[in-house]
């Protein structure tokens, strides 16, 4: 009983969804905007409104043309690092403060400024066009001057919009009319919820039954409709007609909608607009977009507050020593500008610049190619993800059902014996033409022993049948519809169905001979391989639900007269209706492993009597007021018994390429992968497994469904008993858990090696992503497809979209956008890895840099009765940082400790960065005392070894400084690239060639001569040489892991 470990409950937070609204509902009250409203929307008159409405625009820019330049300036100077500087420039113009030229201050911080400015503007441009593109969209405007074309943006509130197949749906809609002759239609709405099942819109019967659409313009109607909300499953609202006779008045539901973002799977509808802009269900899913600032540049930014406390304190020892004489307080503050070098400025540009060429390099990969950096401000934030959370659907899989089995019980066909089942099919109906017809009634079946021919028939046959699935035929340019019609014409055929499983099982049913060919509301046709058309009557659907999880049909067999009931289901609900056999449970789990969907389908013949007795009492409780959906289940229940097991079917939604490898690479990178999905539980755990998120050896803790704080205590200390275990969870029993017992569902979930949460509302995705980052501080990236998966992006410190079939909403709100998700295992092995190591030692030698000119200033000080004199001016002190050494600093970008191919063989590399030595309080206490070696010696070298005049001094120092820097950079490369000798040798060319001209500063005369020369030599070597000899020490005696590798 120990594992009963009492919960403490969490005090009550602000629910996700309230707080991230799309900023809408929030900041309509911050704004100035009022509350919205229920509204009453004209049909056609979008003039007659109640209330001013938003403009239909999609926008995902951080900034308008107003406030970019306030925006940008705010965010640069927001961190403690570059408001140091301007506050450094500005001093500058008190003269009592002034140490040299404005320029030598102003300068720099310019051009950090504009590097900023220049990079924020090309991303908001680019941001802009990517926007405009979708704004742009050109649809159909129904008007009392006829149809007309306009911009999605130009869609306002009581518009009627003509939407075509397989285009998107520009606003939220109510369905008025459809050319489909069954006068519903299909709608893709894996954008919008991430579920892959295709769902059935109706439209309003009243308008559907108009003659023409050009009549809903003649009609005096108008729609009520909620209030916009974050609610994209359900909708109050009611149709009325005012002009009729009585008036008409229907009531409308979620069936009667079009949300935006979905896609119209079949037909052309028309819709009246009753939400637009920021008020769309899609907008307010999604967060607005904010500015990311990576881990790694808040590091640096901790690091320069160590440094400025540096300043500070070298500053006020200084003055101490000085005994406070006179005016002290200006001389700290010219002691503070004179340090001011400790604190790098060059070392934003450098990052800044660094992140820009890390940028290039990931565009420029031809192993990874389409991938676009959307954000250059975090690659480095690639190197140390912890956890990743992806999507599902388009993400890992195709989105693409293949049929890969079909199991009889004693036999198996696979794909590559599929050609069996075809002979078999065959093999019946030529018998059976060939068969005088006395012989082909009911009788035969049960006399004779059933061969396997007649098994795989029955089975194909249910699989035929069994289903909710209509055969559509277009005009394909040659022949035109209703001759493809009425030939059953195959190349103009396409199948239309809520689930993408059901299509997958009609089309191999074709593969094999059996075609439907036909379908209504109460008939279906069969077509058999010697073209014979089987005509059945539909008696009864009865359709799947999530309670149920099955599916049944009692058909006719019209040249027969045989009525059969057919059902196919999940195994946990057909075990209990099919009769026992001894090879279901096992063969199910075989299949499941597989990471196949795995349905159950089995028959029962019907008597006429025993029919007409069903339909009696099904009617009946239909009927009753009280219960019916319980008295509808019970009839239904009556047939479900002893039913006979035909067969089990296999079907795979295929992974997309190199999924497998890719999971598995990242694991071994130790990232944690979180599988969100708005799919269900069976199928999201199906993929887990087939894709390998779960490895065959875990167990998988599925976690009940909980409604309340009792349930959920309990199923937590059930889960608490597992170990080394994933866990599959619904969003219904995750909101549970997280209201109750937040702290401890996280703690939990986190120590699991894969997550799997199922039926995730948007919002939902982005609250588990931040529940994460508070939780365990770690960076987590989110990788998605769908409009669904917005939110999740922009909430993760690193968010990669996944340009999909299912348009770009994904790729344009991410930071980094790839073509396949088996390219994120590069972008995160290499690329991210590269980024950070090369931004690490970058930020380091650049301090370095700084650190010993400061060290030298403060020495040179000392010595001179602690005068705050500067040792260096006007351009020597601007040419140190730039000309002289920043190529060869800066080309440390192009360093790398192993090849790319190493580095995807051993992802364990990866796991070394996770815990952030390369830039870490050890390393910067390491640089920081080399720093204090070298420009110590350096310069007391340089004051022993002059002999008569200070600017030897300074000629001896600066020069002995140069050449370190550039042996320093030697001596941190650990790869060598061709360009990294050009800027070594060009750095060294400028200082020489620009002696010329430093006469004011240095003695031209004087470094002519070998004195200069043997003295410079010294004291490069001293400040140099031992730290050679300690690197090589070091890599003999404890190599780094990369060492072992490229050795």
């Known amino acids: 009983m120990s594992d009963n470990i009492p919960l403490q409950p969490v005090r009550q937070k602000k629910r996700m969804d309230s707080k991230h609204r799309s900023g809408c509902c929030e900041c309509m009250r911050c704004c100035g905007r009022r509350d919205p409203r229920p509204r009453t929307v004209w049909l056609g008159h979008p003039e007659k409104r109640d209330q001013r409405y938003p403009r239909n625009v999609i926008n995902n820019q951080k900034y308008n043309f107003f406030t970019f330049l306030p925006g940008v300036l705010f965010n640069q100077f927001k961190y403690f690092f570059n408001l140091y500087f301007l506050l450094l420039a500005c001093s500058q113009f008190v003269p009592e403060m002034r140490l040299g030229a404005l320029y030598t201050y102003w300068v720099p911080l310019g051009f950090v400024l504009a590097v900023t400015i220049i990079r924020e503007a090309v991303e908001e441009i680019r941001c802009y066009t990517r926007d405009k593109e979708v704004n742009s969209q050109i649809y159909s405007k129904l008007t009392a001057r006829g149809i007309v074309k306009v911009k999605s943006s130009s869609i306002q509130v009581g518009d009627l919009i003509i939407v075509e197949k397989n285009q998107r749906v520009p606003a939220d809609m109510i369905f008025l009319r459809t050319s489909e002759k069954n006068g519903s239609c299909f709608l893709r709405t894996d954008q919008l919820d991430g579920e892959t099942d295709w769902k059935l819109r109706l439209p309003v019967a009243c308008t559907q039954r108009l003659p023409t659409a050009s009549d809903l313009l003649q009609i005096r109607s108008y729609v009520y409709a909620e209030e916009p909300n974050i609610d994209i499953h359900n909708f109050v609202g009611t149709f009325t007609r005012e002009d009729s006779d009585p008036p008409v008045n229907e009531s409308l539901s979620i069936e009667n909608t079009l949300w935006a973002s979905t ?39 901790c690091l320069t507050k160590i440094l400025f406390g540096a300043l500070v304190v070298v500053s006020l020892v200084m003055v101490a020593l000085q005994h406070f004489a006179g005016r002290w307080y200006l001389q700290i503050i010219r002691f503070l500008l004179l340090f001011s070098n400790i604190i790098p400025i060059s070392l934003r540009v450098n990052l800044d610049m660094g992140k820009i060429v890390y940028s290039w390099m990931i565009r420029r990969d031809s192993k990874i190619p389409g991938t676009v950096v959307r954000s250059s401000t975090i690659p480095e934030q690639l190197g140390r993800i912890s956890y990743l959370l992806t999507d599902k659907t388009g993400t890992l899989t195709q989105n693409e059902m293949v049929f890969k089995r079909l199991h009889l019980g004693t036999v198996a066909y696979g794909l590559d014996s599929m050609d069996e089942v075809q002979s078999h099919i065959f093999s019946i109906y030529t018998q059976q033409s060939q068969d005088p017809p006395a012989l082909k009634g009911p009788t035969l079946a049960t006399k004779v022993r059933k061969t396997m021919s007649s098994r795989v028939h029955e089975a194909v046959k249910a699989i035929a049948l069994c289903h909710n699935v209509t055969p559509v035929y277009e005009s394909n340019g040659v022949t035109d519809q209703a001759e493809a019609e009425r030939h059953y014409e195959d190349s103009c055929r396409v199948y239309q169905a809520s689930s993408p499983d059901e299509v997958a099982l009609v089309q191999w049913t074709e593969s094999v001979g059996l075609t439907l060919v036909g379908r209504d509301q109460s008939s279906m046709q069969l077509r058999t391989p010697g073209g014979q058309i089987l005509n059945f009557t539909i008696l009864q659907i009865f359709p799947f639900t999530y309670e149920s999880k099955r599916m049944g049909i009692i058909v006719r067999d019209e040249s027969t007269g045989e009525i059969t009931f057919y059902m196919k289901g999940a195994d946990v609900v057909m075990a209990g209706i099919v009769q026992y056999n001894d090879w279901l449970e096992e063969e199910c789990g075989n299949m499941a492993r597989e990471g196949l969907r795995v349905l159950v389908v089995a028959k029962k013949s019907l008597t006429e009597e025993q029919y007409q007795d069903f339909e009696a009492r099904y009617v009946q409780a239909k009927l009753s007021v009280h219960d019916r959906s319980l008295k509808v289940a019970t009839v239904i229940e009556s047939l479900e018994m002893e039913m006979e097991l035909l067969c089990l079917t296999g079907v795979e939604d295929q992974l997309q390429m190199d999924v497998r490898p890719t999971l598995e690479t990242l694991r071994n990178a130790g990232i944690k992968v979180w599988m969100l999905t708005g799919d269900k539980l069976e199928t999201a755990t199906c993929t887990a497994k087939n894709a390998h998120l779960v490895t065959r050896t875990q167990d998988i803790h599925i976690f009940r469904l909980v409604t309340n704080r009792g349930e959920a205590h309990l199923e937590l200390n059930a889960f608490r008993r597992k170990h080394d275990c994933a866990l599959v969870i619904s969003g219904d029993s995750l909101e549970v858990c997280l209201k109750y017992y937040e702290y401890e569902f996280m703690e939990l979930a986190c120590q699991c090696p894969a997550v799997v949460c199922c039926r995730c509302a948007p919002t939902q995705k982005a609250q588990i992503v931040r529940l994460l980052q508070e939780r365990t501080g770690k960076l987590t990236c989110a990788v998605g497809d ?89 351009f020597l002190i601007i040419g140190y940082s730039t000309i002289y050494t920043m190529f060869p600093v800066f080309s440390l970008v192009l360093d790398k400790d192993v090849k790319s191919e190493v580095a995807m063989l051993y992802p364990e590399l990866y796991k070394d960065l996770l815990k952030g030595r390369p830039l870490s309080y050890k390393t910067f206490l390491i640089w920081v005392l080399i720093s204090i070696y070298q420009g110590s010696i350096i310069m007391y070298g340089a004051l022993l070894l002059f002999e008569s005049e200070f600017v030897h001094i300074v000629a001896i120092s600066f020069t002995s400084l140069i050449l370190t820097e550039l042996l320093m950079v030697a001596l941190t490369i650990q790869t060598w690239h061709w360009l990294m000798i050009v800027a070594e040798l060009l750095s060294l060319s400028c200082y020489i060639a620009s002696l010329v001209f430093l006469h004011e500063f240095i003695d031209v005369y004087f470094i002519a001569t070998l004195s200069f020369l043997w003295k410079v030599t010294v004291i490069t070597l001293v400040s140099c040489l031992p730290l050679y000899v300690l690197k090589y020490l070091r890599r003999r005696f404890s190599p780094p892991s990369y060492s072992k590798l490229t050795s």
């Not at 344009?812 to 994120?824: G, M, V, Y």
């Open 263 to 301: 896609v119209i799977a079949s037909g052309t509808v028309v819709g009246v607009v009753l939400y637009t802009g920021r008020e769309l269900r899609s907008v307010m899913n999604t967060s607005n977009p904010r500015s990311k600032i990576g881990l790694f540049d808040l590091e640096v930014n």
């Open 786 to 874: 769908g409009g669904n998966d917005v939110s999740m992006i922009q909430e993760a410190d690193c968010g990669v979209g996944v340009e999909g079939k299912e348009g770009k909403q994904a790729s344009l709100a991410a930071d980094f956008s790839i073509t396949q998700f088996k390219h994120l295992g590069r972008l995160l092995m290499v690329h991210g890895r590269n980024s950070y190591k090369r931004s690490a030692a970058l930020s380091q030698f650049v301090i370095h840099r700084s650190l010993c000119i400061s060290t030298m200033q403060a020495v040179f000080s000392s010595v001179f009765y602690f005068a705050s004199v500067p040792l260096y001016q006007g």
